[in-house]
């Protein structure tokens, strides 16, 4: 049994047929614990608000049980995640996280309190802190990410990447509903994540 967090983007509503919710419901099929919560406000988020659902979430979390514990983040739930990192809310450290399509925190200017420089040193230690190993996931062709994930995160984070070719910004309109990938790399951390 793995405990696993789940945290959507900016404007996500967890709809039908989106590849968060499709692996939520997969793994909860398969005995996981899963927490994947409808974060507040999501069309002009607070991270505030955000963090205070995301604590309650990681404590419960903690409460379950002793297995894996594991992170997902999209987009703005990727920059969430680092900011988690670099607060007190982590009881113990992640022993997997992806970080899907994480937003260019220079395009968060609606949303300031989830900006960060991630070429600070601080960032980059608390990422390396909060979990055993962290992956980027990203494409050749997201508009969250102009300068590329390997120029925006991976260099600076000093984290692996894996890109994928044509993905966007892995949105349901742009086909991201089932994601076998995703769903296999629970169990296997080498899977390749573009198998559909």
Not at 152 to 168: K, R, S, W, Y
């Amino acid at each position: 049994m793995k405990r696993v967090l789940i945290i959507h983007g900016w404007g996500n509503e967890r709809p039908e047929g989106h590849w968060h919710r499709l692996l939520a419901t997969a793994l909860r099929k398969d005995g996981h614990v899963v927490a994947y919560p409808q974060l507040p406000d999501t069309e002009l988020p607070s991270l505030a608000k955000w963090l205070a659902v995301l604590k309650v979430e990681l404590d419960m979390l903690k409460e379950a049980g002793d297995g894996e514990l594991l992170v997902f983040g999209h987009s703005l739930g990727c920059l969430t995640w680092l900011h988690i990192a670099q607060s007190n809310l982590l009881k113990e450290k992640a022993s997997r996280v992806m970080l899907v399509a994480p937003a260019d925190p220079e395009l968060c200017g609606e949303v300031p309190d989830f900006q960060m420089d991630l070429s600070a040193p601080a960032v980059k230690t608390a990422a390396h802190n909060a979990a055993k190993s962290t992956l980027l996931v990203g494409s050749d062709s997201d508009h969250w990410l102009p300068k590329g994930i390997e120029a925006t995160f991976a260099t600076p984070l000093d984290l692996p990447f894996v890109l994928i070719q044509g993905a966007g910004h892995f949105a349901v309109e742009e086909g991201w509903t089932p994601w076998q990938g995703v769903i296999n790399w629970v169990n296997d951390a080498d899977t390749d994540l573009s198998v559909r």
